[in-house]
């Protein structure tokens, strides 16, 4: 066995051919857009037509696995951007965070209202902690069949409104001196 017998056959290419040193070989296609391939001209005409410039989400029909993927991305950018936003309040403010929470509780807001927030802040926790574990099996290439990543689409919504009406139904309010004694 020879060297050049266990070199890839592109590299063999490059070695044998001196008039190619230098130069790459083109391997790929490159394509273009519509806009590259008939000019502006096209744009125009597309637009006359009332035809959309580009895809759309309202011309795709709703599907649950590209909702619970973009619900995943919402909740992650949403409980990202409160963390941040808290942290730079807390931060640089004039107030504490048990002083921000005695205040929400000074307004004394009935516990529908509560309830409410609070469901709405577990359900973004519970449903991006359950979903990431769900694409954390398909980056293992679990569950790949269309059928199991609907079941699994549905499992996590299903767990996740159960799991977070047992937290807030388990959340009660407690005092302040409560809280001080818990905690302090």
Aim: charged share 15%.
């Amino acid at each position: 066995m020879t060297v050049v017998s266990t070199i890839p056959s592109i590299l063999k290419l490059r070695i044998l051919l001196p008039s190619k040193c230098g130069r790459s070989l083109r391997l790929t296609h490159t394509t273009k857009t519509p806009v590259q391939q008939f000019g502006f001209e096209y744009l125009k005409q597309q637009t006359a037509l009332g035809r959309p410039i580009s895809p759309h989400l309202n011309i795709y029909k709703p599907q649950l696995t590209w909702i619970i993927s973009g619900g995943h991305r919402i909740s992650g950018c949403i409980m990202s951007g409160t963390l941040l936003i808290g942290v730079l309040a807390f931060s640089f403010g004039p107030f504490s965070y048990s002083s921000f929470i005695e205040r929400i509780r000074s307004w004394n807001l009935p516990w529908p209202i509560t309830a409410t927030f609070k469901f709405i802040i577990a359900w973004t926790i519970v449903f991006h902690s359950l979903n990431g574990i769900r694409f954390m099996g398909f980056d293992l290439a679990k569950g790949m069949e269309l059928r199991q990543i609907y079941m699994s689409g549905y499992l996590v919504l299903g767990l996740s409104t159960l799991i977070t009406l047992l937290i807030v139904a388990n959340s009660k309010r407690i005092s302040a001196e409560e809280m001080k004694e818990m905690y302090l």
